[in-house]
């Protein structure tokens, strides 16, 4: 079956303007992941998403950045005013959560974001 | 507090000899572990996992890792390197009660000569 797909594959913007990243996860995979992939930070965790639960969003870095999950599917990545840090490659993944713990999440391959 | 340690940002391995990565996480408790792999434009892929049982766990394409407790530890290891194993690798835990939250170490890439 599909895997996890994200759209735009590729986005460059100017500094302070808002931004869209869309993820499409699996079917049937109740549980989304947002993670940021940068030179200086790594692989770190944004938000979460589980069923119709409110998201987690310890990992948020700052107030611009919010996300959505619409009928417990599509989620949506959200960063406003954005900034030259905000450069990265934004990764979202998926996982079923029925059957067991830490099934395993399956990564998308990513939007990779550029602000001048 | 919490983190994940891969020691050896950058390896060399000729192909055909073995290869172990390092990764070291503190915690409170043992967290679920991880190790996956990204190849030069290829998403992240799960390479192997361990919860609990059998501290040597198989993964694929002829990964193995051990969990040593006492050493806080979870290396990785293939006996025999090929070419299509250069990449980058990523030790991650999600502690028993972050929901599958993934914190990763910064990972190591693995160059591998002819």
């Known amino acids: 079956g599909a895997g996890v797909s994200q759209s735009p594959s590729n986005k460059v913007t100017e500094k302070g303007k808002d931004v869209e990243l869309r993820c499409d996860p699996i079917?049937?995979?109740?549980?989304l992941y947002w993670y940021r992939q940068s030179l200086g930070q790594g692989l770190e965790f944004l938000i979460y998403?589980?069923?119709?639960?409110?998201?987690?969003k310890s990992g948020l870095p700052s107030d611009r950045f919010s996300a959505e999950r619409t009928g417990g599917s599509v989620s949506t990545l959200t960063i406003q005013r954005t900034q030259q840090e905000d450069s990265a490659v934004y990764l979202c993944a998926s996982r079923k959560t029925s059957g067991g713990p830490y099934n395993e999440q399956f990564f998308g391959p990513g939007t990779r974001l550029t602000v001048l | 507090a919490q983190s994940v340690t891969q020691p050896d940002i950058h390896i060399t391995v000729s192909e055909g000899a073995s290869l172990e990565l390092r990764c070291n996480y503190s915690y409170g408790a043992t967290p679920y572990l991880f190790w996956y792999v990204q190849s030069p434009g290829q998403g992240l892929q799960l390479l192997l996992k361990y919860f609990s049982g059998d501290t040597l766990v198989q993964g694929i394409k002829g990964f193995e890792a051990e969990f040593k407790r006492s050493q806080s530890s979870f290396n990785l290891r293939k006996p025999s390197v090929h070419w299509s194993d250069a990449a980058e690798y990523f030790c991650?835990?999600?502690?028993?009660?972050?929901?599958?939250?993934?914190?990763f170490g910064a990972g190591t890439q693995v160059v591998v000569t002819p």
């Open positions: 079917s049937g995979h109740t549980a």
């Open positions: 991650a835990v999600a502690p028993q009660d972050s929901w599958g939250k993934l914190q």
């Open positions: 998403f589980q069923g119709n639960s409110a998201p987690d």
